[in-house]
């Protein structure tokens, strides 16, 4: 593994700034002072532990792309536990508010970690603007990309508003309606009608609105890196992508997140305006729920590069932040386990990775190879490094009840990998971070968001309330008579009359409906309206355009 040597002292550092020559600080210091655009690339490695980043690194055998960019660490707590779930930590990550489990880019109802002051109740669940949103405001081209579905719940923080991140539906109809100029990644199911578990229950076809918005709509990697658009929209699965290390065997049609953050990133800087591009490496976590070792590896490297991409582009461009850090931990992963209780000061490297390094396939993507009656099952646990059975092994594996956790065992046995649990875990997290005015030191998650708008030049708490204010209080300060519609309880309408004039707006759209008896008029405005369940809320421009 190669290694850098400092071989500079402070006074030597302080003696060449004195003869005038640039020092790497003074050169970003003037970067800094560069003009507009900014652009800004916020990554995040979802559930990834730094046992899991450290164990990537030796499974390298090379630094990763994220160590030149290491600045600091990061709390991840939610308002209402020391162990966050991603909903509230993207949500805090976006907006700048801490917020409760399964809450999406809205105000908590329960705040008792300490430090953290109370939310006032009327408030509760009230949206409250993103970073992508206010890059939106100010002109910029936008992006999200994620290779889970991308209503889940990371990037669902970065592009929409639900009291729980399970609303699939309605995350997906925000994002179309948000005119995000580049979104890749899964989840196709939830932009069409059916009987799937997440396929849309409003009867809306998603897909004819983004092809009346113009959009690009790809399904395959070739697809994606030949389109020539502007305004491109991937869905490459019904619901997740394939990890990293099974792709070329199971989903050779789907891209890397490399390539997408690559033909993102090609796309997004057409925009003179600048950019906010969202990037998540979403199935690390999926892996670290599931204590694979080998998914968890895949993926981090897949991540990592990713932010090699963003890296380069930020180093050409040079007024571009990136920032990459993982929403909270998971797993508890570390290298050694009751194995290696007496042995660990003279235990190698090799007995952690050679072990793992037989692994052709992740857990998921092996058991997708296993025969009904498991008359493959030794072959497939080979595919997971699982090779030379033992008779203890071999009787493990075919007595469980679950296959694919029984040999995440073995494999961890054999890697001397150890594991706290299978869920979240509430440890400080490190900070990457490059660029003009970057986050350092050992911040709040929510510092990244305000860190993020101040760059781009918006303020988030008054970009909230220019797009969220009470739709009841704001027309009725207008003379205007109001109702909630529900008789489609899957399409929400709020109705305001004032005379013979009734205004219309739609859930989850950035549509003003005006009708008097002699007109309807349709109009479309730079905001979506958001329905929390109880309250509808709406942009200043929605009022503006109500005459």
């Known amino acids: 593994m190669?290694?850098?040597?400092?071989?500079?002292?402070?006074?030597?550092?302080v003696a060449i700034s004195s003869l005038g020559i640039s020092t790497m600080k003074e050169d970003v210091q003037a970067k800094d002072k560069k003009k507009e655009p900014t652009n800004v690339i916020m990554m995040v490695m979802d559930g990834t532990s730094t046992g899991a980043t450290t164990l990537s690194r030796w499974y390298k055998g090379d630094n990763l792309a994220m160590d030149e960019m290491l600045s600091g660490g990061m709390r991840t707590y939610s308002a209402e536990s020391a162990i966050t779930d991603s909903a509230?930590?993207?949500?805090?990550?976006?907006?700048?508010?801490?917020?409760?489990?399964?809450?999406v880019g809205v105000l908590p109802t329960i705040v008792n970690s300490p430090g953290l002051?109370?939310?006032?109740?009327?408030?509760?669940?009230?949206?409250?603007?993103?970073?992508?949103?206010?890059?939106?405001?100010?002109?910029?081209?936008?992006?999200?990309?994620?290779?889970?579905?991308?209503?889940?719940?990371?990037?669902?923080?970065?592009?929409?508003?639900?009291?729980?991140?399970?609303?699939?539906g309605d995350i997906a109809e925000q994002q179309v309606y948000q005119g995000i100029d580049v979104v890749l990644g899964g989840g196709k199911e939830s932009l069409l009608p059916g009987k799937t578990k997440n396929a849309r229950i409003d009867g809306e076809n998603l897909l004819e609105v983004l092809d009346d918005d113009k959009y690009d709509f790809v399904e395959t990697r070739d697809e994606l890196l030949n389109s020539?658009?502007?305004?491109?929209?991937?869905?490459?699965?019904?619901?997740?992508?394939?990890?990293?290390?099974?792709?070329?065997?199971?989903?050779?049609s789907e891209p890397t997140l490399a390539e997408m953050t690559n033909k993102a990133l090609k796309t997004l800087k057409k925009d003179k305006d600048g950019f906010f591009l969202f990037v998540e490496g979403s199935k690390i976590d999926w892996a670290a729920h599931g204590n694979d070792t080998i998914g968890m590896i895949s993926d981090t490297l897949a991540f990592d590069d990713a932010v090699n991409e963003a890296l380069t582009f930020a180093k050409n461009d040079g007024n571009t932040m990136v920032i990459a850090v993982t929403d909270h931990g998971n797993s508890g992963i570390t290298m050694g386990n009751v194995n290696t209780n007496s042995s660990y000061p003279e235990t190698p490297v090799s007995a952690y990775i050679d072990p793992l390094k037989k692994a052709?396939?992740?857990?998921?993507?092996?058991?997708?190879?296993?025969?009904?009656?498991?008359?493959?099952?030794?072959?497939?646990?080979?595919?997971?490094?699982?090779?030379?059975?033992?008779?203890?092994?071999t009787a493990k594996l075919t007595s469980t009840k679950n296959v694919g956790a029984e040999m995440t065992k073995l494999l961890a046995n054999r890697a001397n990998i150890g594991f706290?649990?299978?869920?979240?875990?509430?440890?400080?997290?490190?900070?990457?971070?490059?660029?003009?005015?970057?986050?350092?030191?050992?911040?709040?998650?929510?510092?990244l968001a305000k860190k993020m708008a101040e760059f781009m030049g918006f303020d988030l708490q008054k970009l909230s309330n220019k797009l969220y204010m009470n739709a009841k209080d704001s027309f009725e300060k207008k003379g205007y008579s109001t109702r909630i519609d529900v008789t489609d309880p899957n399409n929400p309408v709020f109705v305001a009359k004032k005379g013979q004039q009734k205004v219309e707006l739609p859930a989850n759209k950035n549509i003003v409906i005006s009708k008097t008896p002699k007109s309807t008029k349709q109009k479309e405005i730079n905001a979506i309206t958001v329905y929390n369940g109880k309250d509808f809320y709406i942009s200043e421009q929605a009022l503006k355009a109500v005459k």
Do not use: C
């Open 2 to 13: 190669s290694k850098k040597v400092a071989g500079i002292t402070l006074a030597g550092a």
């Open 88 to 103: 509230p930590a993207a949500t805090a990550l976006a907006t700048g508010n801490k917020s409760n489990d399964k809450f």
């Open 117 to 168: 002051d109370p939310v006032n109740p009327k408030n509760a669940h009230k949206p409250v603007a993103n970073v992508l949103e206010g890059a939106k405001q100010a002109g910029k081209a936008t992006g999200i990309i994620s290779t889970s579905e991308i209503q889940h719940a990371t990037p669902a923080g970065f592009s929409a508003h639900v009291t729980h991140r399970s609303n699939y």
């Open 228 to 252: 020539k658009s502007n305004k491109i929209w991937g869905s490459f699965a019904p619901s997740a992508l394939a990890y990293d290390l099974d792709r070329k065997t199971t989903k050779p």
């Open 360 to 393: 052709k396939m992740t857990v998921e993507g092996a058991l997708s190879k296993l025969k009904p009656d498991h008359s493959n099952l030794k072959e497939v646990a080979a595919l997971y490094g699982l090779d030379n059975l033992t008779s203890e092994e």
């Open 420 to 447: 706290t649990t299978g869920g979240h875990t509430g440890e400080d997290v490190f900070l990457y971070s490059y660029g003009p005015s970057k986050p350092t030191g050992l911040v709040e998650n929510t510092d």
